[in-house]
Nanobody, 124 residues
Framework: QVQLVESGGGLVQAGGSLRLSCAAS????????MGWFRQAPGEEREFVAA???????QLADSAKGRFTISRDNAKNTLFLQMNSLKPEDTAVYYC??????????????????WGQGTQVTVSS
């Protein structure tokens, strides 16, 4: 089973930037749909972004114009570049891996393995 490890979270002021990374083990990364989700305190986990095995991207409305999802298949790594961060972006961010055929999707059910999450805190 694929293991996912997120990194890059932290504390940043509003308007700042962070780049999250997700390192994946296993051979299936290159052919998989990858996604980022987030969960704020007291809220349900929500979709942020997804990327197909071929690099086609999909973003939540809240992320459009500010976040960029990308992948490096040679390094089995997924990225989420977050710019112009807002306090409402504060959450635990999770990466997830799904079937090649899942894309496009915003649904958690299409992703079979998840990382443990990385905390992003945006101060006002």
């Amino acid at each position: 089973q694929v293991q996912l490890v997120e990194s890059g979270g932290g504390l940043v002021q509003a308007g700042g930037s962070l780049r999250l990374s997700c390192a994946a083990s296993g051979r299936t990364f290159s052919w998989s749909t990858m996604g980022w989700f987030r969960q704020a305190p007291g809220e349900e986990r929500e979709f942020v972004a997804a990327i197909s095995w071929s690099g086609i991207t999909q973003l939540a409305d809240s992320a459009k114009g500010r976040f960029t999802i990308s992948r490096d298949n040679a390094k089995n790594t997924l990225f989420l570049q977050m710019n112009s961060l807002k306090p409402e972006d504060t959450a635990v961010y999770y990466c997830a891996i799904g079937s090649r055929f899942a894309f496009p999707t915003t649904g958690e059910r299409d992703f079979g393995s998840w990382g443990q999450g990385t905390q992003v805190t945006v101060s006002s």
